[in-house]
């Protein structure tokens, strides 16, 4: 992909504990932006995102980007799903789309300023106890799990099997097998859903940064 200072790329990660998933950053950084104009978003499970923004927007100039504008966008959080159920919702997307009128506003005038985004550096620290789905005995092993993988963390020709270091927890494979064959220790859910109560129970709205 040529890219050129004429291009407006969007840069989307979901943000994990706060961070940009290293895979992420690890494809980001193989791109080369030409000073092509960057939109960046993280998408959070109602708790927070802290690191995420910066973190991105450093990789994003470190491969060549101009970054203009970026957004935090919230939804459904991937492990304990009670929180942000249903979300994006109407209101989300109503937000959202008058963020990408305010983008678009910019571009149009070619204003070039970088937006001034939250976030710590040094980054938090990355990493905590991660919690990995495993196969059930309903697995027949049809592989769309592993075909969904982002990182490839589960073995393509027996899914049973996990690269427990590789897995960063998206729940992907829970999302898309189709038998409903996945699924996390009950233990751990119950453990983590307790730890999110506090933090996640209150609506937190998208944001813009212009």
């Known amino acids: 992909m040529q890219l050129t200072q004429e291009d407006v790329v969007v840069i989307a990660v979901p943000s994990y504990g706060g961070r940009v998933p290293s895979v992420a950053v690890r494809r980001l950084k193989a791109l080369n932006g030409q000073g092509a104009r960057a939109v960046l978003a993280c998408v ?3 708790r927070a995102y802290e690191d995420t923004l910066v973190e991105l927007e450093d990789a994003a100039r470190e491969t060549g980007f101009r970054v203009i504008a970026a957004m935090a966008a919230v939804a459904e959080h991937s492990i304990a799903r009670q929180f942000a159920s249903g979300r994006p919702d109407e209101q989300d997307a109503q937000q959202i789309a008058a963020f990408a009128e305010q983008i678009r506003g910019k571009l149009s005038t070619n204003d070039l300023s970088e937006p001034k985004l ?9 990493g905590g106890a991660s919690i990995v789905p495993k196969a059930t005995k309903d697995c027949n092993r049809c592989g769309v799990c592993a075909a969904n993988c982002p990182v490839e963390a589960i073995h393509k020709d ?5 690269d427990e270091k590789a897995c960063i927890s998206c729940m992907r494979c829970v999302a898309v097998c189709p038998q409903g ?4 220790s009950p ?3 119950s453990a983590a859903s307790l730890m999110l ?4 129970s209150e609506r937190k709205e998208c944001e813009l940064f212009l």
Do not use: E, I
């Open 44 to 46: 959070y499970g109602n």
């Open 197 to 200: 109560k506090k933090v996640c």
């Open 181 to 184: 064959a996945r699924k996390v």
């Open 118 to 126: 939250p976030g710590n550096r040094p980054y938090k620290k990355a």
């Open 187 to 189: 233990l751990l859910l």
């Open 158 to 162: 027996d899914p049973t099997k996990v």
